[in-house]
């Protein structure tokens, strides 16, 4: 009998590892920086796969909540290797959603008991997951797939949030109809500028009485609108063309107004107070310039080009500090202000989204770099935020404090305390760094039955090289450079055959076959 339960023991560790390892072996790179070859491979999705998306649970925060907008995120890292994980999610959280289009904040799966607030961006980021994961995966499907609302009173006027276990709808839709329901509520909260109004935070929930009022107004939101409507909207064609015209025209109204009102001579304000005062501007006592307002200036694909590039290049000027290792959310942090921001004032100067490093938005900004075509810069940005730079000596691993292996969400920005991490494990930014990595710096993407890599690495790089198994399908990369006297043209063969150089990238049929893409870029060529 002790032997059977020892061999059972034995079988269930040996599925546990087998299933690591087909999940974290999927994709594996060998680039010329070894740091960064570490965390792509295994850890950072281990992070968020074991921290984030099962246990939701760390150190610093033991609920097991589920976050509306927190997960979904995470989520979206996992659509290479793990769809069904995604696919499975975006149900779950659309089941938190209220008919009225706003949702459940956080809840606890275990009774249903979550918080109903006004903060704004969480009836946007349903629409942009689904369609980050149609697109993705090429599963259309889930589009239809139907779940119920949750039954619950509407907040009270001047009633920022309510705790309590709704009931269950018996209405039901399709995820289309609750990702719809989202962005036609956003549309309708619309602030004087005619821009999305702030509500009790956006994606930083501790700027919670920015708009408390009713008549803040949020630029990044404004941003994130946009970009959803733009992978959103085409799905929406066929279904419901005139609420697809409508969100495009608002998306339109929106862009106008932020180039409009929000456009600071050298970045893009961040946000107004209910009293119409810019926050994120140089005007600005404190917090003048906001990092995310910049990143996804660039990652909409919308700013005016040569605005964004400036947004950026002062956010490397004013907001990465190569000496200290941090990239700080913005600058200078709340002190003194009179006018309250919310919470977030109650930080320390410096510390977590106080004007210290927030790392889930300094991976926009490496993802924006990309973007731009800077490899350099946005490989720079990558290393110094990689959390095993942090701890190469025993003075710097004494500074730092935290776990060398995982991503810390906020860096302290303030003396004594300068460059020491803190809420490791559970932070959505390890998500985000993989994806900054792989498909921002790599260039690897998947696009449905097709493998996409457009590399955007420092002109430093030789090269580099990754094997990515994709269902049944292999896919041997190699990036190098042409040889000093060649042609220097780029090409590009797919096993074997040449195949025409597009800035688009060069593909790869997931067909349940094994094939070997070799891309060779210009000398220099980023």
């Known amino acids: 009998m002790l032997r059977t339960r020892e061999a059972d023991i034995d079988a269930m560790l040996e599925e546990v590892s087998d299933g690591w390892k087909t999940r974290l072996g999927a994709v594996q790179v060998r680039t010329p920086d070894r740091a960064m070859d570490i965390m792509l491979n295994g850890w950072l999705l281990y992070q968020a796969l074991g921290c984030r998306i099962w246990a939701r649970s760390g150190f610093y925060q033991a609920s097991g909540a589920y976050g509306f907008r927190d997960q979904m995120q995470d989520g979206m890292a996992l659509s290479l290797i793990d769809p069904a994980e995604t696919r499975s999610h975006l149900l779950r959280a659309a089941s938190r959603q209220f008919p009225e289009g706003d949702v459940q904040h956080w809840w606890l799966p275990h009774s249903g008991q979550g918080v109903r607030t006004r903060i704004s961006d969480d009836r946007v980021w349903l629409a942009y997951a689904s369609a980050t994961y149609v697109s993705t995966s090429g599963d259309a499907a889930v589009l239809d797939e139907e779940t119920g609302f949750l039954d619950g009173p509407l907040l009270k006027p001047g009633e920022h949030d309510a705790f309590f276990q709704p009931m269950v709808s018996a209405e039901r839709a399709s995820l289309f109809e609750h990702c719809a329901r989202g962005l036609d509520q956003c549309v309708e909260l619309t602030g004087p500028h005619g821009l999305p109004l702030m509500g009790a935070g956006d994606w930083n929930d501790g700027m919670n009485r920015v708009g408390e009022g009713g008549q803040g107004e949020s630029v990044w939101l404004g941003w994130l609108f946009i970009r959803t409507v733009s992978l959103f909207a085409p799905l929406a064609d066929a279904r419901y063309p005139g609420r697809a015209s409508r969100w495009r025209a608002h998306a339109e109204s929106v862009r106008a107004a932020i180039e409009r009102e929000a456009w600071d001579g050298a970045w893009y304000r ?50 990465i500090r190569r000496d200290d290792g941090i990239a700080v959310l913005f600058s200078p942090p709340f002190v003194s202000t009179p006018h309250d921001p919310g919470y977030i004032k109650g930080y320390p100067a410096g510390l977590r ?149 597009t800035a688009e990238g060069a593909r790869i049929p997931l067909d349940a076959r094994a094939h070997e893409l070799t891309i060779t870029l210009a000398r220099g060529e980023a």
């Open 270 to 319: 961040r946000a107004t107070f209910d009293d119409g005062t810019w926050l994120g501007s140089k005007d600005s006592d404190e917090c003048r310039i906001d990092q995310i307002a910049q990143s996804w200036a660039v990652l909409s694909g919308a700013a005016n080009p040569e605005r964004a590039a400036r947004a950026m290049a002062s956010v490397d000027e004013r907001l």
């Open 353 to 501: 989204e106080n004007g210290g490093q927030y790392s889930h938005a300094a991976m926009w900004s490496i993802l924006a770099f990309a973007r731009l075509g800077d490899g350099k810069k946005a490989h720079d940005l990558f290393a110094m935020l990689n959390p095993i730079n942090h701890a190469l000596d025993g003075a710097a691993a004494e500074r730092y404090k935290v776990e060398p292996y995982v991503v810390a969400a906020d860096v302290y920005s303030v003396s004594p305390h300068v460059g020491r991490g803190g809420w490791t494990w559970y932070t959505g930014s390890a998500a985000w760094m993989y994806r900054a990595g792989l498909e921002g710096i790599l260039g690897v993407t998947r696009e449905g039955a097709q493998l996409r890599v457009a590399p955007v690495i420092p002109p430093s790089w030789p090269g580099f090289e990754a094997t990515l198994t994709v269902e049944d399908t292999v896919c041997r990369i190699r990036v190098g450079r042409r040889a000093a006297g060649d042609d220097d043209a780029p090409r590009h063969t797919l096993d074997g055959s040449p195949l025409d150089p």
